[in-house]
């Protein structure tokens, strides 16, 4: 079985910009859940996805949004970029069921300048 | 709230030597947890995850470990370190029956010849 791909890889944005990232799940999987990851944060939830429902969300702000399609990829949105904003970007995919292990792709670096 | 403390944020081990990474959760049940490595520049592994079945876990690459009720630890163990564990490991819980995952601060593993 093919892994959790991710697109782009690597992404250098202008603050105010806004960016669009991709994630494509394991086959057969339902659930698709964001993470960002910066040195001083750590790893943080920003949401996920199970059957192109929002199911569950962290603690950002709006400009951070997501969506899940019907063959479950799903898209991350970031809306006027902060310099903060720049992080590794992953996505988790799980079968959205017990015990709902998660299998991440490799990430998409975000660098706002 | 759920949380996960992983007691040290850097262990250092000479090759052949034992591997000891803590972690303690807080829970008012028994949750599910997991253990992730991340190497360099790369997306997060599953190393293993307790579900309640067995206490004594065992992952891949010779990783086990032990989940403990009464110390609410969940410390991850290896007979004998390879150079190429050298990475970074999380400790990681469910948050309640979603795809929310509560990650620990991280604990970067040195392994010296």
């Known amino acids: 079985k093919a892994g959790v791909t991710q697109t782009p890889r690597y992404l250098i944005k202008t603050r105010g910009q806004q960016v669009t990232l991709s994630c494509s799940p394991i086959s057969g999987h339902r659930s698709v859940s964001w993470y960002q990851q910066t040195p001083g944060q750590g790893l943080q939830f920003l949401f996920e996805y199970f059957s192109e429902t929002q199911r569950n969300k962290g603690n950002f702000p709006g400009r951070f949004s997501g969506r899940q399609f019907s063959n479950s990829r799903s898209e991350m949105n970031v809306s006027t970029l902060e310099l903060g904003d720049s992080a590794l970007y992953l996505c988790a995919s799980s079968s959205g069921t017990s015990p709902y292990e998660q299998y991440f792709g490799p990430g998409t670096r975000l660098t706002v300048t | 709230a759920q949380s996960v403390t992983q007691l040290d944020s850097h262990v250092s081990v000479s090759e052949g030597t034992p591997v000891l990474l803590r972690c303690n959760y807080s829970?008012?049940?028994?949750?599910?947890l997991f253990w992730y490595v991340q190497h360099p520049n790369k997306g997060l592994q599953l190393l293993l995850k307790y579900t309640s079945a067995a206490t004594l876990v065992k992952g891949i690459n010779g990783f086990e470990a032990e989940f403990k009720k009464s110390e609410t630890s969940f410390h991850l163990t290896k007979p004998s370190a390879h150079m190429s564990d050298a990475a970074e490991y999380f400790c990681v819980a469910l948050s309640g029956n979603t795809g929310k995952l509560i990650f620990g601060q991280g604990t970067t593993l040195q392994v010296k010849p």
């Open positions: 829970s008012s049940y028994s949750p599910s």
